[in-house]
C-alpha cells in the first residue's frame, strides 16, 4: 500500500531522489523550470502539488518550484509521476524543443 505524502515520506522520496538521481533532478530544472545551465540540482520537498528544487547554475543557488500536472495521491503516484516526467524530459531534450 503507499503512503500519503506527509513530511516524512517527502524526506524518503528527496533522499533517494537525491542519492540516487541527480542527473534527473537536473533534467527537471532544465526542462520543466526552463532553467540552463543547471551544474547541480537537489530535491528539497515534494508534495501532492509540485516538487521544490534547489539548483545550482553558475555559481549561484535558487529554489525552484517545480508544479505536477495533477494533484498526487500518495508515495505511489509521486514515483509514477517522477518517471512519466523523466521520460517526457528526455524526448524533449531529444526533439530539440528545449
Known sequence: MADPLTPQVSERICKHMNEDH???LALYARVFGQVEGVTQARMQA???EGMDLQVEVDG???TL???FDHPLKDSED???TLIA???QARA???QGSV
Do not use: E, G, N
Open 78 to 80: 509521486a514515483h509514477h
Open 46 to 48: 515534494i508534495d501532492s
Open 22 to 24: 541527480a542527473d534527473a
Open 60 to 62: 549561484a543557488v535558487q
Open 65 to 67: 518550484r517545480i508544479p
Open 92 to 94: 524533449r531534450v531529444k
Open 85 to 87: 516526467m523523466l521520460k
